[in-house]
């Protein structure tokens, strides 16, 4: 017999149901406590509770039980409340039967015989913490209107997990299982949110309209489909969803958003009896029969993901107005990529993979974005080619190639750094002879590279003629840089190291001359392309005593091997991508002009330098191998103008050990300029092409660093430094530090 108490009365066994029913208003201001009918308190045992009633509230708390052959639970009037923290059991009927407006708040099991919870009136809100069982039925089961489901605990069915009619929100966090059916079957859900997992023996959710979809969790479909709807205004899945038949079926989908896994075992992994104006996928759609098929025209598809069919095409579509894609297409052997009744813009972006054949009818432009290379066929229809960001194209037919040139692009920049480099590096030794870094006007000429110096027949601080009348160097130098994408081309990222010897004498004190020779490797990698280049320099120096500071020059030449790889997307060779290679040779010339001139400013020390460079590349043409649609590209030349300004302070330490720090920070502005030559001729499909690599022209920015010498004695000293430099087009950075040894 339950204990009737006339005061009102709650307790919660956590604070996620105090919570809960704040949130979904179970508990206010307005409740009415004095119409309370039963609680069952902990270690007692009772059989079947009616709550008859207006705004009557039922409590079992941890360790109270309900037990009854019919139902536990009786709640026959509007604005009823159950809290059950114990056990709620029905042998042969429902554990709980809500006739009215209800609310009901499980934190511990109900179980019914037929049904877990039962109700047949509107308004209903359920939020579970615990378990609820259907025996022979449904875990819940709700035919009416506006009703609020909250699940972070276990609900199951023999049939469904859950069944409804009309829901207001479903927001399930723990599982719900239908042993037999479906996970979870309504006519019309408002808004769904699922975090946890659904699964049914048939469909893991099934419900006629959906408002608001969405799925970070599992939804299963063991012999049926995943999600099987009608009417969706929008979806959202980034959970998986899987169906033995097919993943996700709709009649109409207002918006999809797919960026978790869908899967159709053996059937569709997304199908469409009807329209999808916003179809995107950034995740992985999979199907037996075709990943996607959308059957009436529509607006935009974009696709970043991957979407395939094992057995089928990967994409069947009635008319969509834009199809974006920078994912992966496959179809099974011999099915197409793409059938579509037609397309108006097909975009193909970088990072665009397309197995299968083309089957588009109507007219279809096509446009391309920098960093793809592709080699389409279509089979139907008429194609027009569209933007192509600048590159190269051809089109014979149904074929049409385009051929990215990214890292065309970047060869007046690996020819800045190679030479920058090679300048820095005799510069140092120039330094080094004038007296050493914070002594001589010329101690800190402009590099922006890792610059190393060891050196042998110094006469360390002198900048006289005295000691040996040829000295022995070395230094090693190398940058790394990301470019920015732009319009024309895409990102990359390159870097290059080389070393280099030299030796000098001098016919003056006040006038000195060297040669020198090296070597360097560089590589670009902008993701679908790579070049790698071999560079044997050599070139001479000198340095004069001029208007009170110094003036440098440096003359460079040399040779350069390039090997490069460009990946292209062709959607008929296996795996969707050929590679085409080009083995080519260039030369190259640098010469260099750079004034050094100290200034006292308060008292301080400062330096200023001037530089100027010119730089000329030129390219042998080539032929591609290892690709069905090669281009062909003839000589061409890259010119360079580079001046350069910085301002420096240099500082010197002198320790009681006779060791001495030297410092320089410095900062300052930097341009480069591509003039001449900047059009390029090859072929294409046995057609001449002409055009000119993207970047840009001009380029200018700011750079700041800091360099250090530590000098123990005449025959050792340690050095270090950094710079950062950022422009228009990229960021660069640079260290360097080495031992230079006198001999």
Same mark, same amino acid.
Request: charged share 15%; glycine share 16%.
């Given at each position: 017999?339950?204990?009737?108490?006339?005061?009102?009365?709650?307790?919660?066994?956590?604070?996620?149901?105090?919570?809960?029913?704040?949130?979904?208003?179970?508990?206010?201001?307005?409740?009415?406590?004095?119409?309370?009918?039963?609680?069952?308190?902990?270690?007692?045992?009772?059989?079947?509770?009616?709550?008859?009633?207006?705004?009557?509230?039922?409590?079992?708390?941890?360790?109270?039980?309900?037990?009854?052959?019919?139902?536990?639970?009786?709640?026959?009037?509007?604005?009823?409340?159950?809290?059950?923290?114990?056990?709620?059991?029905?042998?042969?009927?429902?554990?709980?039967?809500?006739?009215?407006?209800?609310?009901?708040?499980?934190?511990?099991?109900?179980?019914?015989?037929?049904?877990?919870?039962?109700?047949?009136?509107?308004?209903?809100?359920?939020?579970?913490?615990?378990?609820?069982?259907?025996?022979?039925?449904?875990?819940?089961?709700?035919?009416?209107?506006?009703?609020?489901?909250?699940?972070?605990?276990?609900?199951?069915?023999?049939?469904?997990?859950?069944?409804?009619?009309?829901?207001?929100?479903?927001?399930?966090?723990?599982?719900?299982?239908?042993?037999?059916?479906?996970?979870?079957?309504?006519?019309?859900?408002?808004?769904?949110?699922?975090?946890?997992?659904?699964?049914?023996?048939?469909? %893991?959710?099934?419900?006629? +309209?959906? &408002?608001? *979809?969405? $799925?970070? @969790?599992?939804?299963?479909?063991? #012999? =049926?489909? !995943? /999600?099987?709807?009608?009417?969706?205004?929008?979806?959202?899945?980034?959970?998986?969803?899987?169906?033995?038949?097919? %993943?996700?079926?709709?009649? +109409?989908? &207002?918006? *999809?958003? $797919?960026? @978790?896994?869908?899967?159709?075992? #053996? =059937?569709? !992994? /997304?199908?469409?009896?009807?329209?999808?104006?916003?179809?995107?996928?950034?995740?992985?759609?999979?199907?037996?029969?075709?990943?996607?098929?959308? +059957?009436?025209?529509?607006?935009?598809?974009?696709?970043?993901?991957?979407?395939?069919?094992?057995?089928?095409?990967?994409?069947?579509?009635?008319?969509?107005?834009?199809?974006?894609?920078?994912?992966?297409?496959?179809?099974?052997?011999?099915?197409?990529?793409?059938?579509?009744?037609?397309?108006?813009?097909?975009?193909?972006?970088?990072?665009?993979?397309?197995?299968?054949?083309?089957?588009?009818?109507?007219?279809?432009?096509?446009?391309?974005?920098?960093?793809?290379?592709?080699?389409?066929?279509?089979?139907?229809?008429?194609?027009?080619?569209?933007?192509?960001?600048?590159?190269?194209?051809?089109?014979?037919?149904?074929?049409?190639?385009?051929?990215?040139?990214?890292?065309?692009?970047?060869?007046?920049?690996?020819?800045?750094?190679?030479?920058?480099?090679?300048?820095?590096?005799?510069?140092?030794?120039?330094?080094?002879?004038?007296?050493?870094?914070?002594?001589?006007?010329?101690?800190?000429?402009?590099?922006?590279?890792?610059?190393?110096?060891?050196?042998?027949?110094?006469?360390?601080?002198?900048?006289?003629?005295?000691?040996?009348?040829?000295?022995?160097?070395?230094?090693?130098?190398?940058?790394?840089?990301?470019?920015?994408?732009?319009?024309?081309?895409?990102?990359?990222?390159?870097?290059?190291?080389?070393?280099?010897?030299?030796?000098?004498?001098?016919?003056?004190?006040?006038?000195?001359?060297?040669?020198?020779?090296?070597?360097?490797?560089?590589?670009?990698?902008?993701?679908?392309?790579?070049?790698?280049?071999?560079?044997?320099?050599?070139?001479?120096?000198?340095?004069?005593?001029?208007?009170?500071?110094?003036?440098?020059?440096?003359?460079?030449?040399?040779?350069?091997?390039?090997?490069?790889?460009?990946?292209?997307?062709?959607?008929?060779?296996?795996?969707?991508?050929?590679?085409?290679?080009?083995?080519?040779?260039?030369?190259?010339?640098?010469?260099?002009?750079?004034?050094?001139?100290?200034?006292?400013?308060?008292?301080?020390?400062?330096?200023?330098?001037?530089?100027?460079?010119?730089?000329?590349?030129?390219?042998?043409?080539?032929?591609?191998?290892?690709?069905?649609?090669?281009?062909?590209?003839?000589?061409?030349?890259?010119?360079?103008?580079?001046?350069?300004?910085?301002?420096?302070?240099?500082?010197?330490?002198?320790?009681?050990?006779?060791?001495?720090?030297?410092?320089?920070?410095?900062?300052?502005?930097?341009?480069?300029?591509?003039?001449?030559?900047?059009?390029?001729?090859?072929?294409?499909?046995?057609?001449?092409?002409?055009?000119?690599?993207?970047?840009?022209?001009?380029?200018?920015?700011?750079?700041?660093?800091?360099?250090?010498?530590?000098?123990?004695?005449?025959?050792?000293?340690?050095?270090?430094?950094?710079?950062?430099?950022?422009?228009?087009?990229?960021?660069?950075?640079?260290?360097?530090?080495?031992?230079?040894?006198?001999?």
């Amino acid at each position: 017999m339950a204990t009737i108490h006339y005061a009102w009365r709650l307790c919660f066994s956590n604070s996620v149901a105090i919570g809960a029913l704040l949130a979904f208003g179970v508990l206010t201001s307005a409740d009415h406590a004095s119409a309370q009918s039963f609680v069952v308190q902990s270690g007692q045992t009772v059989g079947q509770q009616v709550m008859n009633n207006p705004f009557d509230t039922g409590l079992v708390e941890t360790g109270g039980t309900i037990i009854d052959s019919d139902n536990a639970v009786d709640m026959n009037d509007n604005d009823q409340t159950l809290i059950n923290n114990g056990t709620i059991t029905s042998t042969a009927n429902d554990g709980v039967f809500a006739r009215k407006r209800s609310r009901i708040v499980n934190n511990g099991t109900i179980t019914g015989d037929d049904s877990g919870i039962d109700s047949s009136f509107d308004d209903v809100t359920i939020i579970n913490n615990g378990t609820i069982i259907g025996v022979t039925r449904h875990g819940i089961e709700i035919d009416g209107d506006g009703i609020t489901i909250v699940n972070s605990g276990a609900v199951t069915g023999a049939n469904n997990g859950m069944e409804f009619s009309d829901v207001l929100l479903i927001d399930n966090s723990g599982t719900v299982t239908g042993t037999t059916r479906d996970g979870l079957s309504s006519s019309d859900i408002e808004t769904f949110r699922n975090t946890g997992t659904i699964a049914g023996n048939d469909n %893991g959710l099934s419900a006629i +309209d959906f &408002g608001s *979809f969405f $799925n970070a @969790g599992t939804i299963t479909g063991t #012999n =049926g489909g !995943g /999600v099987d709807g009608r009417d969706f205004m929008s979806f959202n899945n980034t959970g998986a969803i899987t169906g033995m038949f097919i %993943g996700v079926n709709a009649e +109409d989908i &207002g918006t *999809f958003s $797919n960026t @978790g896994t869908i899967t159709g075992q #053996n =059937g569709y !992994g /997304v199908f469409v009896d009807g329209a999808a104006p916003i179809f995107f996928n950034s995740g992985t759609i999979t199907g037996f029969d075709p990943g996607v098929l959308v +059957d009436d025209p529509s607006v935009s598809f974009v696709n970043t993901g991957v979407i395939s069919s094992s057995n089928d095409d990967a994409v069947q579509i009635d008319t969509y107005q834009t199809f974006t894609n920078s994912g992966t297409l496959i179809a099974a052997a011999g099915n197409d990529a793409i059938r579509a009744a037609g397309i108006d813009t097909l975009t193909l972006l970088e990072g665009s993979n397309i197995q299968g054949g083309l089957s588009i009818g109507g007219t279809t432009t096509l446009v391309t974005g920098p960093g793809l290379s592709v080699d389409l066929t279509f089979n139907s229809g008429t194609q027009a080619i569209g933007s192509t960001s600048g590159n190269p194209f051809a089109q014979a037919g149904r074929n049409i190639v385009v051929a990215d040139t990214t890292n065309m692009t970047l060869q007046d920049d690996l020819l800045a750094d190679l030479t920058g480099g090679i300048s820095g590096g005799v510069r140092n030794r120039l330094s080094a002879l004038g007296g050493g870094m914070g002594e001589s006007s010329s101690a800190y000429a402009a590099s922006p590279y890792l610059t190393g110096y060891f050196g042998a027949g110094d006469d360390a601080g002198s900048g006289t003629s005295g000691g040996s009348d040829t000295r022995f160097w070395g230094s090693s130098f190398g940058t790394i840089r990301h470019q920015f994408d732009s319009d024309d081309a895409s990102d990359a990222t390159f870097g290059q190291a080389g070393l280099m010897f030299g030796a000098d004498g001098w016919t003056s004190g006040d006038a000195r001359f060297g040669i020198f020779a090296g070597a360097a490797l560089a590589g670009i990698d902008s993701g679908a392309q790579e070049t790698k280049t071999d560079s044997y320099f050599g070139g001479l120096y000198g340095q004069w005593a001029f208007g009170g500071g110094t003036l440098d020059a440096v003359l460079t030449a040399g040779f350069s091997g390039n090997d490069q790889d460009r990946d292209v997307a062709n959607n008929l060779v296996p795996g969707g991508i050929e590679t085409a290679n080009a083995d080519y040779d260039g030369w190259f010339v640098a010469p260099e002009l750079t004034y050094t001139h100290p200034y006292e400013i308060a008292g301080r020390t400062f330096e200023a330098a001037a530089t100027l460079r010119y730089a000329g590349l030129f390219l042998d043409g080539y032929t591609e191998t290892g690709v069905t649609s090669p281009m062909t590209v003839a000589d061409r030349a890259v010119h360079l103008a580079t001046p350069r300004m910085q301002l420096g302070m240099p500082g010197v330490i002198e320790h009681e050990t006779g060791a001495v720090t030297r410092t320089l920070a410095y900062a300052g502005i930097e341009m480069r300029a591509q003039f001449g030559g900047d059009t390029v001729t090859g072929s294409i499909l046995a057609q001449a092409v002409t055009f000119t690599p993207g970047g840009d022209d001009v380029t200018g920015g700011i750079f700041a660093g800091g360099r250090f010498e530590q000098v123990w004695n005449e025959a050792l000293a340690l050095f270090g430094g950094f710079e950062v430099m950022l422009d228009t087009a990229g960021l660069q950075a640079s260290t360097q530090g080495g031992v230079r040894v006198r001999f």
